[in-house]
């Protein structure tokens, strides 16, 4: 089993920058493809980004390619979206996911098999 848990949350200015953080429990973290998701107030939880097991791999949701950046420290047990040039419409409650069956390039959230609590981004105009 895995327990996630995200960090990094917070208010900022649109076209400013945050980074979230999710450290993860457990020996067997390589093991999992990672995603991050998020849901805005009345809206469904929609997918981010995800990369895979060695990290050689990322995909990027088309609303947030080119601003967004996933990135994993196996050795720290971490995942991590850098986020930049937020827009308003980026806020949300974030959310690190993980995914232990094979494949990793997955968007939809049913997919994954142990989710964080989520973190708060408040992206201000």
């Known amino acids: 089993q895995v327990q996630l848990v995200e960090s990094g ?3 900022v200015q649109a076209g400013g920058s945050l980074r979230l953080s999710c450290a993860a429990s457990g020996r067997t973290f390589s093991s999992y493809a990672m995603g991050w998701f998020r849901q805005a107030p009345e809206k469904e939880r929609e997918f981010v980004a995800a990369i ?3 990290a050689d791999s990322t995909y990027y ?3 947030v390619k080119g601003r967004f950046t996933i990135a994993r420290d ?3 047990n971490t995942v991590y979206l850098q986020m930049s ?3 308003p419409e980026d806020t949300a409650v974030y959310y690190c996911a993980a995914k232990g069956s094979t494949g990793w390039r997955a968007v939809f959230s ?3 098999d142990y989710w964080g609590q989520g973190t708060q981004v408040t992206v201000s105009s």
Do not use: E, I, Q, V
């Open 61 to 63: 949701a088309d609303s």
């Open 9 to 11: 949350g917070g208010l």
């Open 52 to 54: 895979s097991r060695s």
């Open 110 to 112: 049913t997919r994954y």
């Open 74 to 76: 196996n050795a720290k």
């Open 85 to 87: 040039s937020l827009k």
